[in-house]
């Protein structure tokens, strides 16, 4: 249903896709944990990039978040898309990025857990850490609190089922 979704919505291809490629890394993520909604993440994961449907702005979350309530998805469905980008983004972050003035930072598990599997994705591709911190170093202005949040969620989320 979410894809048909995508496809109404007139989302690029390339998105659907990129969106298919978070769905499967955040189910390899969920399976280290027993207390998930795989169906949560599942709709979260496919929808979390809806709004690129009508621009590829920070304010996708916040677009996608509008279409997402149209179709009567409950909130913990929107919470998924509204918090996705990066490792969260503090109520302060959002003022200077010219979003509305609230945290963005991912609280749930399944938040988490979808946001991640976004920043271990570049397009269709699996990547690792290191070079989510250097793209953002590079492409993000006073990215450190930024890399610190996102290497917490790493190592809660991965780094904590290593051996």
Not at 3 to 30: D, F, G, Q, R, S
Not at 89 to 99: N, Q
Not at 120 to 139: A, H, M, N
Request: aromatic share 4%.
């Amino acid at each position: 249903m979410e894809i048909e979704l995508l496809e109404k919505e007139n989302t690029p291809e390339n998105v659907i896709e990129h969106c298919k490629a978070v769905y499967e890394k955040a189910m390899k993520i969920a399976a280290n944990f027993d207390n998930v909604d795989k169906d949560l993440i599942r709709k979260g994961a496919l929808l979390h990039d809806i709004g690129r449907s009508r621009t590829h702005g920070i304010t996708h979350a916040i677009k996608g978040v509008e279409i997402a309530r149209t179709y009567g998805y409950p909130d913990d469905v929107l919470n998924i898309i509204e918090r996705h980008i990066g490792a969260g983004i503090t109520a302060e972050e959002a003022v200077k990025l010219g979003l509305p003035e609230k945290s963005y930072v991912p609280q749930t598990l399944e938040e988490k857990i979808v946001a991640h599997a976004d920043n271990l994705i570049s397009g269709t591709k699996e990547v690792d850490i290191d070079f989510v911190i250097e793209k953002w170093r590079r492409s993000i202005e006073d990215s450190d609190d930024n890399i610190e949040r996102l290497k917490k969620l790493d190592d809660e989320l991965i780094k904590a089922f290593e051996e």
